[in-house]
């Protein structure tokens, strides 16, 4: 057995307009460039959407590459959710960028936007209009 990474993340946000704009800003620019969206029930489970269903959650993908079964991160629109101190990481490569980002999740409405204080864990912490917790970070690969 070997595992492969995560295959998705759902996030619960109390609504889905006050985040889209957001990340429709930020994802793409980090390499999720494809967006769908979806119904998803009381049970969890994913369904299209149609004149039953409403969309009530929107999902962020990379590029497809051949053989790859892909992966994805998804926001649930559920009105009862109140942010937590958990936090969503993104990893970039270790030539990324970072301080290119900043005004980018600032512009977009990025809030309590700081960066790592260790030098050697490049990252820059910041939450979502609602309050999720995110950070984007570029390791350098270990010697």
């Given at each position: 057995?070997?595992?492969?990474?995560?295959?998705?993340?759902?996030?619960?946000?109390?609504?889905?307009?006050?985040?889209?704009?957001?990340?429709?800003?930020?994802?793409?620019?980090?390499?999720?460039?494809?967006?769908?969206e979806a119904h998803v029930d009381v049970h969890g489970?994913?369904?299209?959407?149609?004149?039953?269903?409403?969309?009530?959650?929107?999902?962020?993908?990379?590029?497809?590459?051949?053989?790859?079964?892909?992966?994805?991160?998804?926001?649930?629109?559920?009105?009862?959710?109140?942010?937590?101190?958990?936090?969503?990481?993104?990893?970039?490569?270790?030539?990324?960028?970072?301080?290119?980002?900043?005004?980018?999740?600032?512009?977009?409405?990025?809030?309590?936007?700081?960066?790592?204080?260790?030098?050697?864990?490049?990252?820059?912490?910041?939450?979502?209009?609602?309050?999720?917790?995110?950070?984007?970070?570029?390791?350098?690969?270990?010697?």
């Amino acid at each position: 057995m070997k595992l492969l990474g995560l295959d998705h993340a759902d996030i619960r946000v109390s609504s889905i307009a006050a985040v889209e704009g957001f990340y429709d800003a930020v994802l793409p620019r980090l390499g999720l460039s494809r967006k769908s969206e979806a119904h998803v029930d009381v049970h969890g489970e994913w369904h299209d959407v149609d004149a039953v269903r409403p969309r009530n959650a929107i999902e962020y993908h990379p590029p497809l590459e051949p053989g790859s079964p892909g992966w994805f991160v998804g926001f649930i629109e559920d009105p009862s959710t109140l942010p937590n101190a958990t936090r969503i990481a993104f990893a970039l490569d270790g030539e990324a960028d970072l301080p290119a980002l900043e005004p980018l999740v600032r512009d977009a409405g990025g809030r309590v936007v700081e960066w790592s204080i260790d030098d050697a864990y490049p990252a820059l912490f910041f939450e979502d209009p609602l309050g999720t917790r995110l950070e984007i970070c570029a390791r350098r690969p270990r010697a």
